[in-house]
């Protein structure tokens, strides 16, 4: 009973533990559809985030896949932004020369080349600013409008910084905005070497050394002050206003099982609850069946069987019987 107890307060301690140490260091502050209602077309004279959209690929061909996203960007936000598109070799030479610390004892040594592109966009923003956006992503609502609420709801800030969040934990990184120089993304770039590990499995290895995962625990433990704002875009937002195509070209067949488990499961945790109501159901009928095998008497007197006229012509009395005969004087 103590052992039991003991191991209650352990777990529960453990638990205390985890939730202080990965608990957030600031309030989140959100950005909603009241707020780009309100100042989505309210220009500022100070404009602290750069106009211009960024986009990444092995080259400056657009593959057909993505030519409705791009083309979507480009089109809805032509005259309000510059648009550069950076190939894999513009991005190398990029963290190169920007953090050579970086880019000598880990970019170049990322097994993947989501890894790179996901620490590139990082190091993008800390040192240009402006809005990355995936390829295979594109919006229903011109970029200005974001930008210009992030500028109006925080007007003394020199830093802000914009992530969509994550339907179920965290914050995406398909979309990003920042003015340059945000110490968000100097936070980043100075903890991708520790997180620069094999994490058992292909699909959490990119999430947690440099993608979404990292960067959401690092907007966690980010403080935020009045001069350095972190906002985040409400995910009832993102997903009406933003759409996507086929993308996910890192992905993995640990990527698929993961991503069929989520989709599903809700059909799973069926099929799991059906499962182990059976199984509960089988281990205490054998239970039952132990318990009356060892209350059974391992052999009956012929006393005992005239006692139950049932039982005379039974095949438990014949083979009693037989067992009988069969002994030697």
């Excluded at 956006?133 to 925080?154: G, H, N, Q």
């Excluded at 937002?237 to 698929?256: A, S």
């Excluded at 009956?300 to 069969?326: A, G, H, W």
Aim: include cysteine; charge should be positive; proline fraction near 5%.
């Amino acid at each position: 009973m103590c052992i039991c107890i003991f191991i209650i307060i352990i777990f529960l301690l453990l638990i205390q533990t985890v939730r202080y140490i990965f608990r957030r260091r600031s309030p989140i502050k959100y950005v909603d559809e009241a707020d780009l209602s309100r100042f989505g077309n309210v220009s500022w004279p100070q404009q602290r985030i750069p106009r211009v959209i960024h986009q990444t690929y092995r080259t400056y061909d657009v593959p057909e896949i993505w030519n409705s996203t791009v083309q979507s960007v480009m089109k809805m936000n032509v005259g309000d932004f510059e648009y550069r598109r950076w190939s894999h070799s513009d991005m190398d030479a990029f963290v190169r020369q920007r953090e050579p610390d970086f880019y000598r004892n880990t970019f170049v040594h990322y097994a993947y080349d989501m890894q790179r592109i996901d620490s590139f966009r990082y190091v993008l923003m800390y040192h240009i600013g402006g809005i990355y956006i995936d390829m295979d992503s594109a919006c229903y609502r011109p970029l200005r409008e974001f930008v210009a609420t992030l500028e109006a709801l925080d007007p003394s800030s020199p830093y802000l910084a914009l992530f969509p969040a994550e339907d179920a934990f965290g914050v995406q990184t398909d979309f990003i905005a920042a003015t340059p120089g945000h110490p968000i993304y100097k936070q980043f770039i100075s903890q991708l070497p520790l997180f620069h590990h094999y994490f058992l499995i292909h699909h959490i290895t990119i999430l947690l050394s440099a993608g979404p995962l990292f960067a959401t625990f690092q907007e966690r433990f980010f403080r935020q002050t009045d001069q350095q704002v972190v906002r985040i875009l409400k995910n009832k937002i993102y997903t009406t206003e933003f759409w996507k195509t086929n993308g996910g070209t890192w992905f993995g067949r640990d990527t698929l099982f993961i991503l069929y488990i989520y989709y599903n499961s809700k059909r799973l945790l069926g099929y799991l609850i059906i499962l182990a109501i059976w199984l509960a159901i089988f281990f205490i009928g054998i239970i039952i069946y132990r318990r009356w095998r060892s209350h059974c008497p391992k052999s009956l007197t012929m006393i005992q069987v005239n006692q139950y006229p049932l039982l005379k012509n039974s095949p438990l009395r014949l083979i009693r019987l037989k067992q009988k005969e069969s002994r030697p004087e």
